[in-house]
């Protein structure tokens, strides 16, 4: 076969509704900025497999899509590949109430498994502003965070099993639903993170939790980093197991959004300098509605907290997550440029201190909003210098990546490396671990054909 015959084999294993081209496919809500080469969209893990089949005899290159919300161009495809998405692939296949697992095909959006969830008296606690969108399958390459990591951990913490399909179309069957197996190497953490450069996950079993009875909301404002801090610490203790968000909002985020339009209220006034939603998740709702009233107070005695709101209804913790999420608000600022780090509690408040200066110099009329989940030392950044030249972004990510040496920093929290952050990854990486990742990459994908050019290269 040549790569002549490729889009007929593939037209005849998938049909009208798996593959696209030509004038139906610049028409497709997934077809990317720069229309790719065709669309493949498989029903089964079957046939997903027969297809890599035969773009691994060929050497065509196909780039894996989910929900296409990821931020690191890890989903960019070029006119001469291939898209792969799973989006006919959107079934829960099985929800075992007792065990608290949920079997799902990588296609459900994250939203659908949450809702089925919560049918069953259940919760999947991954989430985040684009759960509507967001896909299982994207949920798991990029190794998804959201706003409820402090307490619940990543998506990696959440997968019990999965399915994956190789570049060469070997069938990897790993769905695991227990969630003690310590029978040797545990495959399925090379997936998950790996952005579809080493296989393409197809099915998951994911770990389920109870359904929370409580949900507690405060904005609180205060007016030192070092405080910040210390609140952290002490919420942790006063609120113990229950505490599931901790999101700063540098006064540069709140006051623009804010400002921005006529949907939110004024929680709070925007002159401190740090605002901070702490959420709880409990299991009595009239032992913690009370116990988090008084923790509360505890925090407004400490003298850590110069001002508070605690939301009284669902209506009211809406209006404050929805000043958190309104990340939209931000397109205002165009052009900008978007960074996703972490690093330890300890250097941040030197390291915003340091880019804020540095851009300043550089760029006297520039602007700098920063936001994060810092219960995980996780800060969004975001730079407007009035350009976006490809010369203002590379002077800008030297500023923001630049600063995290010898600080213990991570040029990427959550959102991944794809095509975005490909050239800074030694910055987080060192030698032997890159090394090592194309290694990896070598043995499961010796023609480069998943994904390529993102996250690693093949050695050369």
Not at 31 to 43: D, E, N
Not at 125 to 154: E, H, K, Q
Not at 317 to 341: C, G, H
Not at 370 to 398: C, K, M, P, W, Y
Request: with cysteine.
């Amino acid at each position: 076969m040549t790569i002549f015959d490729l889009d007929t084999n593939l037209a005849s294993l998938l049909g009208d509704k798996g593959f696209i081209q030509g004038n139906a496919l610049k028409d497709h809500p997934l077809s990317a900025v720069t229309v790719p080469r065709a669309l493949i969209r498989p029903a089964s893990t079957d046939e997903l497999s027969e297809a890599l089949k035969l773009c691994h005899r060929v050497g065509q290159s196909v780039v894996p899509q989910g929900g296409r919300t990821g931020l690191a161009a890890g989903h960019l495809a070029s006119a001469e590949q291939i898209v792969v998405s799973l989006e006919r692939m959107n079934q829960i296949e099985d929800l075992d109430q007792r065990a608290g697992t949920i079997t799902v095909q990588a296609g459900v959006p994250l939203s659908v498994v949450q809702e089925a969830a919560e049918a069953k008296d259940l919760m999947f606690p991954l989430d985040m502003g684009s759960r509507g969108t967001a896909t299982i399958g994207g949920n798991i390459a990029t190794n998804a965070g959201g706003n409820r990591v402090l307490r619940y951990g990543m998506m990696r913490e959440m997968v019990l099993g999965l399915e994956v399909v190789l570049a060469d179309g070997t069938i990897l069957t790993s769905m695991n639903t227990v969630i003690k197996n310590n029978t040797g190497y545990d495959l399925k953490h090379l997936f998950i993170g790996s952005e579809g450069t080493l296989g393409i996950v197809t099915r998951a079993v994911l770990r389920l939790r109870p359904l929370a009875r409580s949900q507690n909301t405060a904005l609180v404002a205060v007016n030192d980093f070092e405080n910040v801090i210390k609140l952290l610490r002490r919420a942790s203790s006063v609120l113990s197991g229950d505490l599931s968000s901790f999101e700063v909002m540098w006064n540069s985020f709140y006051a623009h959004v804010i400002h921005h339009s006529d949907r939110h209220t004024k929680p709070l006034e925007d002159s401190y300098p740090y605002y901070i939603i702490i959420e709880a998740l409990g299991s009595d709702s009239a032992h913690d509605d009370a116990r988090f009233e008084a923790a509360m107070i505890d925090l407004l005695e400490t003298g850590l907290v110069e001002n508070a709101v605690l939301a009284k209804s669902g209506a009211e913790q809406k209006a404050i997550w929805e000043i958190r999420d309104d990340v939209e608000s931000l397109r205002a600022l165009a052009p900008l440029f978007a960074f996703d780090i972490s690093l330890p509690l300890k250097h941040m408040e030197a390291y915003v201190s340091d880019i804020e200066a540095q851009l300043s110099d550089q760029w006297p009329n520039s602007r700098t909003v920063i936001f994060g989940h810092l219960g995980d030392g996780n800060l969004h950044i975001v730079v407007s210098v009035g350009s976006d030249t490809a010369q203002s972004r590379d002077a800008v990510e030297e500023i923001i990546y630049g600063a995290l040496r010898g600080r213990g920093g991570v040029i990427s929290a959550e959102h991944g490396i794809g095509l975005a952050k490909k050239r800074h990854l030694g910055v987080s990486r060192n030698p032997e671990e890159i090394a090592l990742m194309q290694t990896l990459k070598q043995a499961l994908d010796p023609s480069g054909i998943l994904n390529p050019g993102k996250v690693i290269d093949l050695p050369k």
